[in-house]
């Protein structure tokens, strides 16, 4: 007898005990399995259907996400990419080379052609060491160029990863804006963020910089950059440029513009999208500054003037408008360093310990409809949850302070702040890691419509006439914004969300765009803010949030009574004195037993309510 896999498949489709029991039975007996190999089983089987959909994926997750998209990956392909055009030439017998000179090239070429090496860049998985390996990658491309007697080029000393962003000496304290005229008064500057490089007393004669301010309102970036002398003094052929990093460019830089020439070359630390250059000679004629974005395989183009820029004395001020930077929102991570260059060569960097980022500000004033005071040291859910025994769980980060849902010119945005820190200790990329946030949505009142139950795994429910249509989840690694299909089961909606996290504030914002929701009036809608432990590696049927058991662990919530359906909400947006109170809400159900938890309804959990502006 032949196993094959149509017939394996209803063995298991029907029973998965009868499949193992059947497949057991074959195996004892002398020569019951056949083993063929792929073009054996088609001769014998000739007839085979087609397949008419092919779906793209892997094993792990049902697209390329893993290996592709994020702009560590994207920058990857880009030099696996460059490494393979100057190897084909080579190969074509374009370029001379030897036999054995190719096939070492060629070995090296497939073995950086490897996906693993994909695996570990960008912020959807984590090797521990994730610079070891992009250094591995790019040893093995320059391994390429080495085997044919081609000059390695400086761009692959440049690491993929970015550098770790230093800790400023001053965090920006909110929005200003200082008049560029090279006079930086002390006031204007008050609220901005510092960056204090050598200088003063402590100056050196290579020195060049002695500090850079950054900050922002919500039209431009302003930077600052401070001399250790007077920027006339330096002399002809002074330069300074200034690089700035959009997450998502199409072509991004590693290098300045005169970098690649130094042995070891000026590696910026990131991908820089633009180019900011300000001649500082006595003899330019004036401050001039010229935007430029990065080119396809290197360089700079479609240069810009920038009109906000003046120097005098020891400072150079700078306003860079957020429009000409192209497609950012609010939000974003935006990276830039300056560069002090003189005829040609680099002479300082700043921030020296590695890039300067920011967080994008508000660019369009947020319009609230629902704002939700939340009670102090109600971060126990029931009333009887404590935190997790790690240290990445500090006091107070599942304690909600505040509530808001509003609007924004293109967006519905909801924003928790926490009386505890927002911190990101693995690394996503939303900045988003020890907290999972969910939004409820009703849209329409109507009992029957939605789904009374919230997400797989939060163990609460919705009364029928507040069943929720639209569910936004946000998380480190899988966010997401969802609705309720015809079988009342969530779907994924095709909308991209953003996560901005403010460490700062304490506060996370979600934007949502307005067409991912129908029409409506959003001021006419319910909603209901939740805050949950995120978890990489959550029970059977729970999406990714922590467990609450009897006793507190290293991971685990504490508190939980001896039961299997209580809820794993640990705060909700409730404002304070309302009845009845959240903690009457979560404690309030029927104990059960049940281990799969697919078999009990909404009336089975913890009933939650809804808020409406």
């Known amino acids: 007898m032949i196993l094959d896999g149509e017939n394996a498949w209803q063995y298991y489709e029907n029973d998965g005990k009868e499949f193992l029991h059947e497949l057991y039975r074959l195996l004892s007996e ?3 399995i056949q083993t063929v190999t ?31 998209g994020e702009d560590e990956e994207n920058l990857g392909w880009e030099c696996l990419r460059r490494t393979r055009k100057m190897l084909d030439g080579y190969l074509k017998g374009e370029q001379d080379a030897t036999e054995e000179q190719i096939a070492a ?10 996906s693993d090496w994909f695996w570990w860049y960008g912020a959807d998985q984590d090797s521990g060491d994730d610079p070891a390996f992009d250094l591995m990658y790019r040893q093995t491309l320059m391994d390429v160029y080495r085997a044919v007697g081609e000059e390695v080029p400086a761009w692959l000393s440049v690491p993929i990863i970015p550098k770790t962003s230093p800790l400023p000496a ?5 929005f200003f804006t200082p008049a560029v005229d090279g006079v930086a008064g002390e006031e204007e500057w008050a609220a901005a963020g510092s960056y204090r490089e050598m200088g003063g007393a402590m100056a050196r004669a290579e020195d060049v910089v002695e500090a850079l301010y950054y900050g922002y309102d919500q039209k431009h970036l302003y930077l600052r950059l401070e001399g250790v002398r007077q920027w006339i003094e330096l002399g002809e052929g002074l330069e300074v440029f200034f690089y700035l990093g959009v997450v998502g460019a199409p072509n991004v830089n590693g290098l300045s513009r005169y970098g690649e020439h130094k042995k070891p070359p000026t590696a910026l630390g990131f991908g820089a999208s633009h180019e900011v250059i300000i001649p500082l000679s006595p003899s330019s004629g004036g401050e001039v500054a010229t935007l430029s974005t990065a080119a396809k395989g290197g360089g700079w183009e479609y240069p810009q003037p920038l009109e906000e820029v003046a120097f005098s004395g020891t400072t150079l001020e700078l306003a860079v408008p957020f429009e000409a930077l192209g497609g950012l929102s609010t939000g974003d991570r935006l990276t830039f360093v300056a560069v002090v260059s003189q005829q040609g060569r680099d002479l300082d960097v700043a921030p020296s310990a590695g890039p300067a980022r920011v967080v994008v500000p508000e660019l369009h004033p947020i319009t609230a409809l629902l704002t ?55 690394g996503s990329g939303s900045g988003l890691a ?50 309720v299909d015809e079988a009342g089961q969530p779907k994924p909606v095709g909308t991209e969300m953003k996560i901005a996290v403010d460490p700062l504030a304490r506060k996370v914002t979600i934007r949502v765009p307005r067409n991912g929701f129908p029409e409506g009036n959003p001021a006419d809608w319910g ?7 995120q978890e990489g590696f959550p029970a059977m049927g729970v999406w990714r949030v922590r ?22 909400i640990i705060d909700l947006a409730w404002p304070n004195g309302a009845t009845p109170t959240q903690e009457d809400m979560l404690s309030i159900y029927s104990p059960s037993q049940e281990t799969d938890m697919g078999s009990l309804g909404p009336d089975d959990f913890a009933q939650v309510g809804m808020l409406q502006p």
């Not at 001769?43 to 290996?67: H, K, V």
């Open 30 to 32: 002398d020569e019951a």
């Open 38 to 68: 792929p073009s054996e089983y088609l001769e014998m089987y000739p007839e085979q259907r087609d397949i008419e959909n092919l779906w793209a994926g892997c094993w792990f997750t049902p697209d390329f996400s893993t290996w592709i």
């Open 105 to 114: 090239a060629l070995d090296a070429m497939y073995a950086a052609e490897g």
């Open 170 to 174: 001053r965090e920006v304290q909110g």
């Open 372 to 426: 939700v005071d939340d009670p102090m040291g109600d971060d126990h859910g029931p009333g009887s949850y404590t935190y997790p025994t790690d240290g990445v769980f500090d006091p107070g980060c599942f304690d909600l302070e505040q509530f808001v849902v509003g609007t924004d010119e293109e967006n519905l945005v909801f924003a928790f702040t926490f009386v505890g820190p927002v911190n990101n200790p693995w």
């Open 434 to 483: 020890v907290q999972a946030l969910d939004v409820y949505v009703d849209v329409d009142h109507q009992p029957g419509s939605g789904s009374r139950l919230l997400l797989p795994g939060r163990n609460a429910a919705l009364p029928e006439d507040r069943a929720w249509d639209y569910a936004v989840w946000a998380e480190g690694w899988t966010p997401g914004v969802y609705r």
């Open 527 to 533: 909603y209901l803010g939740v805050v949950l432990g």
């Open 547 to 568: 467990d609450v058991e009897k006793q507190a662990a290293q991971w685990r919530f504490g508190g939980a009574p001896e039961d299997t359906n209580h809820t794993r």
